[in-house]
């Protein structure tokens, strides 16, 4: 696709599950981005990927979120035992390389944690 | 904290007026940008200007940066109601490449 792809749209899941959010980058972008958004609020910095390697994983808001991108391409957002607090809308985003040039957003995740 | 922080939180005008919005943000940077984030989820890259430009023109855009100030304003003139939308400014600061950090954004309002 031309675009940056996240799925699912929307994730409903009970307090304790395991989650997982996927975001499917522009090809040949080596940059991939995360972050959180609370209803109203800004975006909220998880984590980013140069390649396949995580230079800043100060974002994630406790062990029990993980990331991971494999093969300079697909990456994974893993929450673990999912709490009320959890639900936002998740948010993907790449770009040719760090920093110096626009990043694309997909259309994110809701994830409603009940 | 956020690095970035927009001002004002909310902005209402009438179509034909001009929007100002300003982001001050703490640390140096590489780049700052702005983007557009209407109802729903995905956002939208304005223009991205860099530490050393003081002024970039983009169609009704118009972004300014004062590295001294450490703050970039964002100018949408003769504004329209398809301009209702959330504006955010980003940085990508000095020390860490890649750590594209977004301010908690401008609500502008346009009416008709």
């Known amino acids: 696709g031309a675009g940056v792809s996240q799925s699912p749209s929307n994730k409903v899941t009970e307090k304790g599950k395991d989650v997982e959010l996927r975001c499917d980058p522009i090809?040949?972008?080596?940059?991939l981005y995360w972050y959180r958004q609370s209803l109203g609020q800004g975006l909220e910095f998880l984590i980013y990927?140069?390649?396949?390697?995580?230079?800043?994983k100060s974002g994630l808001p406790s062990d029990r979120f993980s990331a991971e991108r494999t093969g300079g391409s697909v990456s994974t957002l893993t929450i673990q035992r999912t709490q009320q607090e959890d639900s936002a809308v998740y948010l993907c985003?790449?770009?040719?390389?760090?920093?110096?040039?626009?990043?694309?957003f997909g259309q994110g995740t809701r994830l409603t944690v009940v | 904290s956020q690095q970035g922080e927009e001002d004002p939180q909310a902005l209402s005008i009438q179509e034909g007026e001009n929007a100002t919005m300003n982001c001050s943000y703490k640390?140096?940077?590489?780049?700052l940008q702005w983007y557009r984030q209407n109802s729903g989820r995905g956002l939208v890259h304005l223009i991205l200007?860099?530490?050393?430009?003081r002024e970039k023109h983009s169609g009704r855009l118009r972004v300014t940066l004062d590295t001294s100030k450490k703050s970039s304003s964002l100018l949408i003139t003769a504004s329209r109601a398809a301009d209702t939308a959330s504006y955010f400014c980003?940085?990508?600061?000095?020390?860490?490449?890649?750590?594209?950090?977004f301010g908690a954004g401008t609500q502008v309002v346009v009416t008709p």
């Open positions: 090809s040949g972008h080596t940059a």
């Open positions: 200007i860099r530490s050393n430009e």
């Open positions: 990927f140069q390649g396949n390697s995580a230079p800043d």
């Open positions: 980003a940085t990508d600061v000095g020390d860490s490449w890649g750590k594209l950090q």
């Open positions: 640390t140096s940077i590489n780049n």
């Open positions: 985003a790449s770009s040719l390389g760090a920093g110096y040039t626009e990043a694309f």
